[in-house]
Nanobody, 125 residues
Framework: QLQASGGGLVQVGGCLRL?????????????IGWFRQAPGKDREFVAV????????YYADSVRGRSTISRDGAKNTVDLQMNGLKPEDTASYYC????????????????????WGQGTLVTVSS
């Protein structure tokens, strides 16, 4: 089971650190992705990190402003988001899947086997 946390209300230009934690097991053998969904919009890919933590990829919309990282000892994957914009407002979800990064399928929500509940990020202008 995955659990996302760290969302909140922040002003434009601010930062947040979202965290995804596994309970009842480990996701050490999974690639972990972050997605977001704004009201009335489709769920969109934000970032992914491989199971080793060495492979990372970001959506164009967040590249340069965000950093994804994983801590094997803590069994967590974090998404640091800086320079937040109103268009970053959404519910953010973490998800786990196997072998997605190297197959290039990391951007597809349907490819992920496990999902956490969302954490809401609201950026006010």
């Amino acid at each position: 089971q995955l659990q996302a946390s760290g969302g909140g209300l922040v002003q434009v230009g601010g930062c947040l650190r979202l965290s995804c934690a596994a309970s009842g097991g480990t996701f050490s053998s999974y690639d972990i992705g972050w997605f977001r969904q704004a009201p009335g919009k489709d769920r969109e890919f934000v970032a992914v990190v491989t199971r080793s933590g060495t492979g990372k990829y970001y959506a164009d919309s967040v590249r340069g402003r965000s950093t994804i990282s994983r801590d094997g000892a803590k069994n967590t994957v974090d998404l640091q988001m800086n320079g937040l914009k109103p268009e970053d407002t959404a519910s953010y979800y973490c998800a786990a899947g196997r072998g997605l990064y190297y197959t290039g399928n990391y951007f597809n929500p349907a490819a992920y086997a496990y999902w956490g509940q969302g954490t809401l990020v609201t950026v006010s202008s």
